[in-house]
Each structure stands twice: as structure tokens, then as C-alpha cells.
T-cell receptor, first 115, second 115 residues
Framework: AQKVTQAQTEISVVEKEDVTLDCVYE???????LFWYKQPPSGELVFLIR??????QNEISGRYSWNFQKSTSSFNFTITASQVVDSAVYFC????????????FGKGTLLTVNP | EAQVTQNPRYLITVTGKKLTVTCSQN?????MSWYRQDPGLGLRQIYY???????DKGDVPEGYKVSRKEKRNFPLILESPSPNQTSLYFC??????????????FGPGTRLTVL
């Protein structure tokens, strides 16, 4: 069975603060894919990043960065110098081809960035 | 423009009245899937399809049916809707081959209310 845990249900920060969203996953497969999606108040799901299990390099995209650590089964997401427009629900998800090709989502973290 | 479309976007119906939510993608994707999103539960997979005429249950298939007669379409059918199926529904699609997957593209969502 596969599982994704986002322990932080809600986070509130003040604009310009850095914030890290945690994601811990469980899978028995050696090949898998991890994703982060953003869901703004308008409701659509916006793709942020995809990472496969063989690529542990951290990635930076503007103010966003991701830290993938297989040793701790974590795929954390950091927003640097947060902005009000970053306010959204963020979902971490796991796709494992050996597990019936299901995409399993965490329950999401609601990030509120206050001006 | 590459996209996943869903119709209707909003629907209010009554218990027991059969309904279909359509999903269509124009990217020639093999894999299509339906999810429901409920507060505090994140997104849960209802059904998925690996290709035409190949469908399988996700985590919460009870009360739903699907079909995949054409590659581009993957309708979700509620034969006898009940109030506990009130939810936000997302359709998604992606390329898939040999256990690997590309990014899943999501439709805009369908907000269903069953009275």
C-alpha cells in the first residue's frame, strides 16, 4: 500500500517569511514519482513539480525549492519570501506504477500568507 | 491548446436521479482518472483507465461507474446519486508507459451537490 502524509494541516505566515511544507511518503516500489500541486482559492489544480525516485537532486524554481530525501522518504517544499499570492492548498502526491497505477494524494496543507 | 475538459462545472441534483459527468482530453493520453475532493480528506481516486476498454477501481469506487470507449473520453456515471456523493470531482489524464508516468493534467473540476 502507498501513503502520503502531510502532517501540517494549516500554516499561517506573514509575507516575506520562508515556509516549508512537509511531505512524507510510503511505498514498497523502487520506481515511483512524486508531485506537488497547488490549489488556489479558485479551485483548479496547478502542477508544480514532478520528481522520479532515481533523481534525488534538489530543485529550485524561482522562489520555490524542493528537497527530496529517499533516506527519510520525504519530499519537502519550501517557498522563500512568501507572497500573498502563494496562499493556497498544497498537495503532495505519489505515483507508483507497481501499485495499480494509482496517484495517491496527501490531505493537503492550507497555506495562508498574510500581508 | 492541450487541456482536459469537464462538464458540467456545477450541478445540483436530487437523490436517485442518474447523472453523467463528462471528461475529455485532447492530448492522446493513455491514462485517465477520476478523483473526488472532500474537506480534510484530500483527493481520493475513484476509478482509473490505462487505455480504451481498460478500467479499474481506485480507492473509493462505490456508487460510481465509468467507461472508456474512446481514448479521449472518460465519463463518470452516478446511477443513483446520494448525498454522500456531494463533492468536488476532478478528471485527470497523462501519458503512461511501462510503469512510468508523465505529469497528470487535471480538468477544472465539477462541483456536485446531491440533495
Amino acid at each position: 500500500a502507498q501513503k502520503v502524509t502531510q502532517a501540517q494541516t494549516e500554516i499561517s505566515v506573514v509575507e516575506k517569511e520562508d515556509v516549508t511544507l512537509d511531505c512524507v511518503y510510503e511505498t514498497r516500489d523502487t520506481t515511483y514519482y512524486l508531485f506537488w500541486y497547488k490549489q488556489p482559492p479558485s479551485g483548479e489544480l496547478v502542477f508544480l513539480i514532478r520528481r522520479n525516485s532515481f533523481d534525488e537532486q534538489n530543485e529550485i524554481s524561482g522562489r520555490y525549492s524542493w528537497n527530496f530525501q529517499k533516506s527519510t522518504s520525504s519530499f519537502n517544499f519550501t517557498i522563500t519570501a512568501s507572497q500573498v499570492v502563494d496562499s493556497a492548498v498544497y498537495f503532495c502526491a505519489l505515483f507508483s506504477g507497481g501499485s495499480n497505477y494509482k496517484l495517491t494524494f496527501g490531505k493537503g496543507t492550507l497555506l495562508t500568507v498574510n500581508p | 491548446e492541450a487541456q482536459v475538459t469537464q462538464n458540467p462545472r456545477y450541478l445540483i441534483t436530487v437523490t436517485g436521479k442518474k447523472l453523467t459527468v463528462t471528461c475529455s482530453q485532447n492530448m492522446n493520453h493513455e491514462y485517465m482518472s477520476w478523483y473526488r475532493q472532500d474537506p480534510g480528506l484530500g483527493l481520493r481516486q475513484i476509478y482509473y483507465s490505462m487505455n480504451v476498454e481498460v478500467t479499474d477501481k481506485g480507492d473509493v469506487p462505490e456508487g460510481y461507474k465509468v467507461s472508456r470507449k474512446e481514448k479521449r473520453n472518460f465519463p463518470l456515471i452516478l446511477e443513483s446519486p446520494s448525498p454522500n456523493q456531494t463533492s468536488l470531482y476532478f478528471c485527470a489524464s497523462s501519458h503512461i508507459a511501462g510503469g512510468s508516468t508523465d505529469t497528470q493534467y487535471f480538468g477544472p473540476g465539477t462541483r456536485l451537490t446531491v440533495l
